[in-house]
Nanobody
Framework: VQLQASGGGLAQAGDSLRLSCVASGRTYGTELVGWFRQAPGKEREFVAAIRWNTATTYSANATKGRFFISGDNPKKVYLHMNSLKPEDTAIYYC?????????????????WGQGTLVTVSS
């Protein structure tokens, strides 16, 4: 499985951005596609995920109400980011898992994209 994240860039506080994650390869059996982010000097953190079998979405408290995840199918998933803040500045990664464990840590996803940088200025 290969994942390609795109859509990052420079934004101002209050702006919106949409990130895209395109999956290719052996995506059969995908259970979960998620987004993580890693800000400079910080650990990677969960942002949002979508579970295909139940069409359920999950969001981190830090971004709930501003960010939401959607997808056409497991091969194309989006992260819609609204009301951006400078603290949203980070590299955003998409990730995929063929197992649903009910947990959303970095180790719960087997496949990762290369990340796309989002920079939000005040």
């Amino acid at each position: 499985v290969q994942l390609q994240a795109s859509g990052g860039g420079l934004a101002q506080a209050g702006d919106s951005l949409r990130l895209s994650c395109v999956a290719s390869g052996r995506t059969y059996g995908t259970e979960l596609v998620g987004w993580f982010r890693q800000a400079p000097g910080k650990e990677r953190e969960f942002v949002a995920a979508i579970r295909w079998n139940t069409a359920t979405t999950y969001s981190a408290n830090a971004t709930k109400g501003r960010f939401f995840i959607s997808g056409d199918n497991p091969k194309k998933v989006y992260l819609h980011m609204n009301s951006l803040k400078p603290e949203d500045t980070a590299i955003y990664y998409c990730a995929l898992s063929k197992v649903y464990s009910g947990r959303f840590g970095s180790t719960d996803f087997e496949f990762w994209g290369q990340g796309t940088l989002v920079t939000v200025s005040s």
